[in-house]
């Protein structure tokens, strides 16, 4: 299940999203930032913003919050670099090309991790997750926002159907809350703090989890 997906095919969709990104998904996933930013504002302290895109989120953070940001894809991560540069976003400490499976961090580096519509889009989620709490500080909270996938009835079956374009487009939108679940109680150095719907309709959750 967890190479459903494949590094080099994500980021060749997100290379392709780049020039659009902002306009297709800008709006959809507004409310999903916001909640994740704000939170991450109130830990203050040093954050880390995986799968920063093209850098919309980040003139929306507390310039008193000191940022880096990770992403896959190099064609998303220069429109970033331009939005810091005209926005004079001094906060920002750095911008990197990284696998979010493979941060190149040391542990502990981080009061919190900000990961906005990422697990899903990544080859290993549960690994990937691993590397995220491995880089937070001991009481450092994990904010999540992501689409997660129907138990039942007709969205669940759209999801299946619609899997396999998903797939080539960068995504899995199929991904069941089960798969967090029992990834937080093997790892066991988590706590899950929050789980609530966010809009459209409460296809997506914020989710939050403290480390030990």
Not at 111 to 134: H, N
Request: proline content about 6%; glycine content about 8%; charged content about 25%.
């Amino acid at each position: 299940m967890s190479n459903d997906i494949d590094r080099a095919g994500v980021a060749r969709a997100y290379a392709a999203w780049a020039p659009v990104y902002d306009f297709v998904f800008g709006a959809v996933f507004d409310q999903g930032r916001k909640s994740t930013i704000e939170i991450a504002d109130a830990i203050g302290g040093r954050v880390l913003d995986v799968g920063v895109g093209t850098g919309l989120s980040l003139s929306a953070y507390s310039r008193s919050t000191r940022l880096c940001g990770v992403d896959i894809s190099e064609p998303m991560l220069r429109k970033a670099q331009e939005r810091v540069r005209a926005l004079n976003l001094t906060n920002v400490e750095t911008l990197s090309v990284m696998d979010a499976r493979n941060l190149a961090f040391p542990d502990g580096a981080f009061d919190a991790v900000v990961a906005q519509y990422v697990i899903t889009a990544v080859p290993d989620p549960e690994g990937t997750l691993d590397d995220f709490v491995r880089v937070l500080k001991p009481g450092g909270e994990l904010i999540l926002v992501n689409h997660i996938g129907a138990e039942s009835g007709p969205r669940k079956i759209f999801e299946l159907a619609f899997a396999p374009l998903a797939r080539r487009l960068g995504w899995r939108p199929e991904f069941p809350w089960d798969r967090l679940a029992n990834w937080a109680a093997k790892h066991g150095g988590v706590t899950l703090i929050e789980r609530r719907p966010m809009p459209p309709m409460g296809h997506f959750s914020l989710i939050r989890y403290r480390k030990s």
